[in-house]
């Protein structure tokens, strides 16, 4: 399997080449909510549902004689949209997703893919977008190997983006372990952004909390603006740009620490909770909502950064109780409750910190999972650690979605 990384070039596009974006965008999401309906007909009569080749005829010999203005999108983005739909009915077959639902005009990400024409024009800053032409962009660094597809994506605030995705025909390194591995656990953290069984801690940067507090103000006066209004638009804009930036700090430190983590510790294999462990994110909508995305945001770039440096990964099953166990005698802490940052062991009065005993747990539980890999299968200690619950063992993973473009902008599905 190659190596594909993806790289997010800010777009600079004219009025007129923005509109045609938007044109395009309008034209995808008319034919997915298109598509979404026929092929939910079929789905209601007969329990199935359609291949993206049938959707490509069905684009063809129907939709585009019905609407002709769809041809302002390139036959091509449509035909990723066909393909788009049809992943979604096989997720939802598989049942690894809900049933596919409409794309609404205010809510769903404005974005458009473009497969295999591409181009980036590092000296002339500008890049080839099928169906708008050279757009203008800052290249900020070389893309190595041979684009793939770009996704164009135009933020609530007005901003574009292009995601291009290259491959740049290597192998993933494979990764070997060696018989005494160091292996860094990886508690992810509510107030801190991880904590790792190694000494080190990542810390949000400090911007963000400002940024945070004056985004709920924003989001505060514009309740009380009438909507739709010229005030409510303007401060709409403010509060979407205000909305990206903060994402875009928190990408960033994201970006770097899982860097750190992965790459620069030297560690050969990462360990990370599974997600979900959120009883927790007792918060309130906004800052719950964040929080949740980059918990998979840290855990899908640990994921795809250990393939590509080479390092083993391994999950611990998300009832694995990291945090209530002692880690220097095995103690279960049952009463541990959520505020208790610190607590000491009864047993063998270990003083802990939350989440530092969580990640040395989680570190000592991928050396137990690693042994039992290598076949050295070691019988379970005193089960303090519920074995039956605890474990999803992935070894470096190849199984990362092949489909995914790693590195690429938020909220890929
Ligand atoms: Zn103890």
């Not at 974005?111 to 757009?135: A, C, H, L, M």
């Not at 009438?226 to 205000?242: A, C, I, P, Q, T």
Request: some cysteine; hydrophobic content about 30%.
């Amino acid at each position: 399997m190659h190596m594909q990384k993806a790289y997010r070039f800010r777009l600079y596009p004219t009025d007129g080449e923005m509109q045609q974006m938007i044109r395009i965008i309008g034209c995808c999401r008319f034919t997915y909510n298109r598509l979404l309906e026929y092929c939910s007909k079929s789905y209601k009569r007969r329990g199935e549902s359609h291949t993206s080749f049938d959707l490509n005829n069905f684009i063809c010999h129907t939709l585009k004689k019905a609407y002709p203005w769809l041809s302002d999108a390139p036959a091509q983005t449509l035909q990723c949209v066909s393909a788009d739909l049809s992943a979604a009915f096989k997720a939802f077959f598989r049942k690894d997703a809900s049933y596919p639902k409409y794309k609404s005009r205010r809510r769903s990400k404005k974005s458009f893919r473009i497969p295999q024409r591409g181009k980036v024009d590092t000296e002339g800053n500008r890049i080839y977008v099928q169906g708008v032409g050279w757009v203008n962009a800052v290249i900020h660094r070389t893309p190595i190997g041979k684009p793939k597809n770009i996704t164009v994506t135009v933020n609530p605030s007005g901003t574009a983006y292009a995601s291009c995705l290259f491959d740049d025909a290597t192998d993933a390194p494979v990764p070997s372990v060696p018989d005494n591995p160091k292996v860094v656990g990886v508690d992810l953290n509510l107030d801190r952004l991880a904590v790792c069984s190694d000494g080190s801690d990542y810390e949000n940067p400090r911007t963000l909390k400002q940024y945070e507090k004056k985004l709920k103000h924003l989001q505060r006066m514009l309740s009380k603006k009438k909507k739709g209004s010229d005030n409510w638009m303007k401060l709409k804009r403010e509060v979407s740009s205000l909305y990206e930036k903060i994402a875009d700090i928190r990408n960033d430190a994201i970006h770097k620490m899982t860097k750190r983590i992965v790459c620069d510790s030297q560690a050969d294999a990462i360990v990370a909770e599974g997600l979900n462990v959120s009883g927790m994110m007792r918060n309130d909508k906004l800052s719950k909502h964040i929080q949740d995305a980059s918990f998979h945001e840290i855990r899908r770039q640990i994921e795809y950064k250990c393939l590509w440096y080479g390092k083993a990964l391994v999950i611990a099953d998300r009832f694995y109780a990291s945090s209530r166990i002692c880690s220097a005698c095995g103690w279960h802490n049952d009463g541990l409750t959520l505020r208790d940052r610190e607590w000491e062991c009864p047993v063998c009065h270990t003083k802990h910190d939350r989440d530092r005993n969580a990640a040395l747990n989680l570190g000592s539980f991928g050396l137990k999972a690693l042994a039992r890999d290598a076949g050295e299968v070691k019988p379970p200690e005193k089960p303090s650690v519920d074995e039956s619950r605890v474990c999803t063992c992935i070894r470096s993973m190849v199984s990362v979605n092949e489909e995914k473009e790693p590195g690429c902008t938020r909220g890929s599905p």
